[in-house]
């Protein structure tokens, strides 16, 4: 059965440094990737989406992730963290064949110190 | 702008009472779906609909219920049968497949916090 882990379940940083979010799936084939990110209180946002070619994918405000096929991963980075990136972070998965069935990993949140 | 509207924001219920929540889309996407979050538990599937007049249980469906009668709404019962209902629940839409392939792209709205006093 496909699945997503995100190791970290709590991550702070302090403003200015830089951010790595771990995600990991599990899939036979190659399936789309995404990052959501999450404001309190609020509904999700699409951060970037991997669905092939180079694997090296940007987002918005400034988030970048990469796939590794080889450790099905798909981590997502931030060279300098901003207060506002405080919020919870989801990592998901859909597949080609089941587009519309899409899968979230539990969470990261991360708190941000001045 | 096109976009997903759910309402209300918050919601207060009384054990045994229904309560319907309301998801109104504008971006013609033909799949809808509801999910429940509740802390460290990330979102849960509860129902989801691929075309109207037609719905699939999600993983947690029960004590819930949805009609799909429009492309634009597709509303949320929480009936008395649920046990829990306290929690933050996301109405969200896919993008439609483009020629020769798919997206997965979820567009979601701003969640309803439903409290069950």
């Known amino acids: 059965a496909q699945s997503v882990t995100q190791p970290d379940i709590h991550i702070t940083v302090s403003e200015g440094a830089s951010l790595e979010l771990r995600c990991n799936y599990s899939y036979g084939a190659t399936p789309y990737l995404f990052w959501y990110v999450q404001s309190p209180g609020q509904g999700l946002q699409l951060l970037l989406k991997y669905f092939s070619g180079d694997t090296l994918v940007q987002g918005i405000k400034g988030f970048e992730a990469e796939f590794k096929r080889s450790q099905s991963s798909f981590n997502l980075r931030k060279p300098s963290v901003h207060w506002s990136d405080a919020a919870e972070y989801f990592c998901?998965?859909?597949?080609?064949?089941?587009?519309?069935?899409?899968?979230f990993g539990p969470g990261t949140s991360l708190s941000v110190i001045p | 702008d096109g976009g997903i509207t759910q309402s209300p924001k918050y919601l207060f219920r009384k054990e045994g009472q229904n309560v319907t929540l309301s998801c109104e889309q504008n971006l013609n996407h033909d799949a809808m779906y509801w999910y429940r979050q509740d802390p460290g538990q990330g979102l849960r599937l509860i129902y989801y609909?691929?075309?109207?007049?037609?719905?699939q249980k999600g993983d947690i469906a029960e004590g819930y219920s949805v009609s799909r009668e429009k492309k634009e709404s597709f509303p949320l019962t929480v009936t008395s049968a649920q046990k829990n209902p306290t929690a933050f629940y996301l109405c969200?839409?896919?993008?439609?497949?483009?020629?020769?392939?798919?997206?997965?792209?979820?567009?979601f709205g701003e969640g309803s916090r439903l409290t069950v006093l």
């Open positions: 998901a998965v859909a597949t080609k064949t089941s587009y519309d069935k899409v899968i």
């Open positions: 609909s691929q075309i109207v007049n037609d719905f």
């Open positions: 969200a839409s896919i993008r439609q497949p483009t020629s020769g392939g798919s997206t997965g792209e979820l567009f």
